[in-house]
């Protein structure tokens, strides 16, 4: 199985920061990363999928990148309704895992 | 609107069977993979496994592969997971999901006598 290795497990920031948080990948996953974010009682919501590319609907200040092994999460200026938990989910082979998670505070 | 709507969840024994449902709506269901995502009591999220469009094949974790059984009825717009042998560790929200994306809003299940 490809093990996502996720960091950071927390983050906490202001309003208006710019964060970003990291899935490392076992073995090569050619771009076929997916980043969720979900908030207390919700179910995931998709921002990102194919590492980059940004799903209808979600703010422009979410953008992802990487490539290989090594994939992040950017989310520039920081509103108070990003407080949530992050997700990544590789769908390049068979079982797709999830990282482990960031639980993302704003101060 | 794209709907994905879980049933069946509740307490159930240890030991015993339950079978969950999402139902599918606002979109052409027989056109998408559809999978299945759990998720213990403040934990993070477990992929259970994804069935093709017709039924011809189907992936799960190897972990859950000898109690958990995935199908679909495409007439119905209903997708299914049977579980079976149930212990604590299968204390979860159990997600139906279209591919990547949506995601069904939950149902519980949780095993205890």
């Known amino acids: 199985d490809i093990q996502m290795t996720q960091s950071p497990a927390s983050l906490s920031a202001s309003l208006g920061e710019t964060v970003s948080i990291e899935c490392l990948a076992s073995?090569?996953?050619?771009?076929?990363l997916a980043w969720y974010q979900q908030k207390p009682g919700k179910s995931p919501q998709l921002l990102i999928y194919?590492?980059?590319s940004l799903q209808d609907g979600v703010p422009s200040r979410f953008s992802g990148s990487g490539s290989g092994t090594q994939y992040s999460l950017k989310i520039n200026s920081l509103e108070s309704e990003d407080a949530a938990t992050y997700f990544c989910?590789?769908?390049?082979?068979?079982?797709?895992?999830f990282g482990g998670g960031t639980k993302l505070e704003l101060k | 609107e794209v709907k994905l709507v879980e049933s069946g969840g509740g307490l159930v024994q240890p030991g015993r069977s339950l079978k969950l449902s999402c139902a599918a709506s606002?979109?052409?269901?027989?056109?998408?993979?559809m999978g299945w995502v759990r998720q213990a009591p403040g934990k993070g999220l477990e992929w259970i496994g994804e069935?093709?469009?017709?039924?011809?094949?189907?992936n799960y974790t190897p972990s859950l592969k000898d109690k958990f059984t995935i199908s679909r009825d495409n007439a119905q717009n209903t997708l299914y997971l049977q579980m079976s042998k149930l212990g604590s560790e299968d204390t979860a929200i159990y997600y139906c999901?279209?591919?990547?994306?949506?995601w069904g809003q939950g149902v519980m299940v949780t095993v205890s006598s």
């Open positions: 999901a279209r591919e990547i994306s949506p």
């Open positions: 606002g979109f052409n269901f027989n056109d998408y993979w």
């Open positions: 069935i093709n469009k017709d039924s011809s094949t189907i």
């Open positions: 073995e090569d996953i050619y771009n076929n």
């Open positions: 194919y590492a980059s």
């Open positions: 989910l590789q769908d390049s082979e068979y079982p797709r895992t």
